[in-house]
């Protein structure tokens, strides 16, 4: 095997104890920062709702809403990227061995290391195991979020 080679793959495998480590270190700061987000979006709701607000709330309201949304969507746009990136190197490593499968292999060490790298699982943070960052998230904390309002708006 290609001292390159090599180098690629104990890259790989930095990266992703790296990505696990990252993992556990940011499961509660993200749950803490979700969980301040939609109080935030869920308080402005609830403030915005009433039936006679004061117009010197209104920015705070708004302010408070846009912020939450912010952290929400930033938070998990960010967070998607990792396993969108893992799976960019996932790809290129299926192509290396159809290209190897097809060249008939030089090493078996180097097939057998370039398949361990295509079976590794996906790496998704999460808040506290409770929620995967995944782009599905988005669409079911702003669909609850729309739900929610519209029970309040007609209750």
Not at 114 to 138: P, T
Request: with cysteine.
């Amino acid at each position: 095997m290609s001292s390159k080679g090599l180098e690629i793959i104990d890259d790989y495998y930095r990266i992703e104890e790296k990505l696990r480590v990252l993992t556990e270190t940011l499961s509660v700061p993200l749950f803490i920062m979700m969980l301040i987000s939609f109080v935030d979006l869920y308080s402005a709701l609830v403030f915005y709702l009433q039936d006679d607000i004061p117009s010197f709330y209104l920015p705070e309201i708004y302010i408070s809403a846009i912020t939450g949304v912010l952290v929400v969507c930033s938070l998990t746009i960010c967070s998607t990227k990792i396993p969108q990136y893992m799976m960019d190197i996932r790809t290129t490593v299926r192509l290396l061995i159809n290209k190897y499968e097809e060249n008939d292999l030089r090493s078996e060490k180097e097939f057998r290391l370039l398949c361990r790298m295509e079976e590794n699982d996906e790496i998704y943070l999460s808040a506290c195991g409770m929620v995967s960052f995944q782009k599905s998230l988005l669409l079911s904390a702003f669909g609850t979020f729309f739900t929610y309002a519209l029970l309040i708006e007609n209750s």
